[in-house]
């Protein structure tokens, strides 16, 4: 089992920036795939970023690619997700998850956060 909680969510205006942190506890972190999803109110949940224990395989939706960094600190267990020049858009519930292998599928991954809601205001 894989806990996760996220933090870090609030509301800022467009063009401001945020950092979301997803902190693990129970099995071993380092070995997990981690990945941030968000969902926003009417929509389908969507794949936002991932990231391998080692970092060699990220990947971004094309919605955020240069604006949003996907990182991880392994000994502290704790993936974040750097938000800058944000737009309404972004406004969502943003979820991190764990999984086996690197995917950008929702459906592959087998932990969940509870959600962070993150506003803009434009």
């Known amino acids: 089992q894989v806990q996760l909680v996220e933090s870090g969510g609030g509301l800022v205006q467009a063009g401001g920036s945020l950092r979301l942190s997803c902190a693990a506890s129970?099995?071993?972190?380092?070995?997990?795939?981690m990945g941030w999803f968000r969902q926003a109110p009417g929509k389908e949940r969507e794949f936002v970023a991932a990231r391998s224990w080692t970092g060699v395989n990220t990947f971004y939706a094309k919605s955020v690619k240069g604006r949003f960094t996907i990182s991880r600190d392994n000994a502290k267990n704790t993936v974040y997700l750097q938000m800058n020049s944000l737009k309404p858009e972004d406004t969502a519930v943003y979820y991190c998850?764990?999984?086996?292998?690197?995917?950008?599928?929702?459906?592959?991954?087998?932990?969940w956060g509870q959600g962070t809601q993150v506003t803009v205001s434009s």
């Open positions: 129970g099995r071993t972190f380092s070995s997990y795939v």
């Open positions: 998850a764990a999984a086996e292998h690197i995917t950008l599928s929702g459906l592959e991954y087998d932990y």
